[in-house]
């Protein structure tokens, strides 16, 4: 017996159906817990998540370039590792945090965490 819907968005199946498009949205479906078959909300890709990607990817541009500075200082030697060695890596580990926050942060904005 098929079970009728009031939201056209719904496309109403009872269990064991297999997931179907829904009309209006063109998204793939999914079952919720009573059966009913819903229709997935899209992806939020939104201007506030296109920033964090953008600080997300320049900071690890930021990473590697800092990690490339400290090793060449450190195999050349010299007065250069001396003096710039230790806050080259306290830098990096700093750019490497602040990366991890900006990679949770993406996930929690766009729904997806």
């Keep these: 017996m098929r079970r009728v ?10 269990h064991g159906a297999e997931p179907t498009r829904a009309p209006e949205t063109g998204q793939a479906a ?19 998540n296109t920033v964090i990607l953008i600080l997300l990817a320049v900071t690890l541009v930021a990473v590697v370039a800092v990690l490339l500075t400290g090793v060449i200082g450190m195999a050349r030697g010299g007065e250069f ?29 766009s729904g997806r965490g």
């Design 30 to 48: 999914r079952k919720s817990r009573s059966g009913w078959i819903v229709p997935r909300p899209p992806d939020k890709i939104t201007a506030m």
């Design 81 to 109: 590792n001396a003096k710039y060695g230790n806050k080259l890596m306290r830098l990096r580990v700093a750019l490497q945090g602040l990366a991890i926050i900006l990679f949770i942060l993406f996930f929690v904005t």
């Design 5 to 14: 819907t009031k939201s056209p968005n719904l496309v109403g199946r009872k």
